[in-house]
């Protein structure tokens, strides 16, 4: 049974970056697939990027891309989001979660089974 915490949210100038970090604890596997996801108050949570764990293969929103960057240290169990160019509409609780299995460039919360707490960025 895995657990995740996220950590690193804050708020920042439009422009700015912020790197947020997913710890997983309890079990892992290689064949899961580990995602950001975003939310707003009355809207769908959105997916951000994911990555395989095994091979590191990535994928990004339309929205993110080029700006953010999704990575992993599997010796620490630890997920990472680095954000740059940071705009207010990024403004957001954001969510790690993991998969078992297939990891597409599909990230849809219907697919994620495990969820860390959220933490918030805040860009102005």
């Known amino acids: 049974h895995v657990q995740l915490v996220e950590s690193g949210g804050g708020s920042v100038q439009a422009g700015g970056s912020l790197t947020l970090s997913c710890k997983a604890t309890?079990?892992?596997?290689?064949?899961?697939?580990m995602a950001w996801f975003r939310q707003t108050p009355g809207k769908q949570r959105e997916g951000v990027a994911a990555i395989r764990r095994s091979g590191g293969e990535t994928w990004y929103a339309g929205s993110v891309k080029g700006r953010f960057t999704i990575s992993q240290d599997n010796a620490k169990n630890t997920l990472y989001l680095q954000m740059s160019s940071l705009r207010p509409e990024d403004s957001a609780t954001y969510y790690c979660?993991?998969?078992?299995?297939?990891?597409?460039?599909?990230?849809?919360?219907?697919?994620?089974?495990?969820w860390g707490q959220g933490t918030q960025v805040t860009v102005s």
């Open positions: 309890g079990y892992t596997s290689d064949h899961y697939c």
């Open positions: 979660a993991v998969r078992l299995g297939r990891c597409s460039g599909n990230i849809l919360e219907k697919f994620f089974g495990v």
